[in-house]
T-cell receptor, first 113, second 113 residues
Framework: DSGVTQTPKHLITATGQRVTLRCSPR?????VYWYQQSLDQGLQFLIQ???????AKGNILERFSAQQFPDLHSELNLSSLELGDSALYFC????????????FGPGTRLTVL | GEDVEQSLFLSVREGDSSVINCTYT??????LYWYKQEPGAGLQLLTY?????DMKQDQRLTVLLNKKDKHLSLRIADTQTGDSAIYFC?????????????FGSGTQLTVLP
């Protein structure tokens, strides 16, 4: 158990819908990262937040957005969902945005029908 | 751009050593990581190496880094059936407080009894 929690574990929805994935970092960690794992794209970095502010952006679509709240939990919002958005979405956290390792949550499996 | 490559499959006999190889392209990477993913589970951090090190040993795990050739390897001694999983290498690129992990496609390790 990494100490990072993600909810829900599974999510099934339809094309065109919007969903919100939630992540609680390890106690004391200030930085949160979101990743997408799909069969065709592999594991891809989406976005990083540190203490409420966006720090780095990867291959995140414009239909996706994220935020980190004052209590340091983070949400990833996915809108206008397409079949190709079906994937495992991981959240990770680390103590600082500097040289520190990332610990991953168990993931949320999103299925878009 | 960054690109991390791994072979897709590796099979070994129980008790033998496993060596999983990885190549990366970005010479400015600060840390290189090995993660393990078991079926239906999240990513588990196994070990990491700072980019100015050549080798790191941690119990049954040995990481070798050849920075000149941009080659990273993970050796698992006395491989057990419980080591069967997908192993991902990842390079970290950091710029100020921004950090990003780029993952390889993963190597499926199968340990035969």
């Amino acid at each position: 158990d990494s100490g990072v929690t993600q909810t829900p574990k599974h999510l099934i929805t339809a094309t065109g819908q919007r969903v919100t994935l939630r992540c609680s970092p390890r106690s004391g960690d200030l930085s949160v990262y979101w990743y997408q794992q799909s069969l065709d794209q592999g594991l891809q970095f989406l976005i990083q937040y540190y203490n409420g502010e966006e720090r780095a952006k990867g291959n995140i679509l414009e239909r996706f957005s994220a935020q980190q709240f004052p209590d340091l939990h983070s949400e990833l919002n996915l809108s206008s969902l397409e079949l190709g958005d079906s994937a495992l979405y991981f959240c990770a956290s680390s103590l600082s945005p500097g040289a520190d390792t990332q610990y991953f949550g168990p993931g949320t499996r999103l299925t878009v029908l | 751009g960054e690109d991390v490559e791994q072979s897709l499959f590796l099979s070994v006999r129980e008790g033998d050593s496993s060596v999983i190889n990885c190549t990366y392209t970005d010479s400015s990477s600060t840390y290189l990581y090995w993660y393990k993913q078991e079926p239906g589970a999240g990513l588990q951090l196994l070990t990491y190496i700072f980019s100015n090190m050549d080798m790191k040993q941690d119990q049954r795990l040995t990481v070798l880094l050849n920075k000149k050739d941009k080659h990273l390897s993970l050796r698992i001694a006395d491989t057990q059936t419980g080591d069967s999983a997908i192993y991902f290498c990842a390079e970290e690129i950091s710029s100020g407080s921004a950090r990003q992990l780029t993952f390889g496609s993963g190597t499926q390790l199968t340990v035969l009894p």
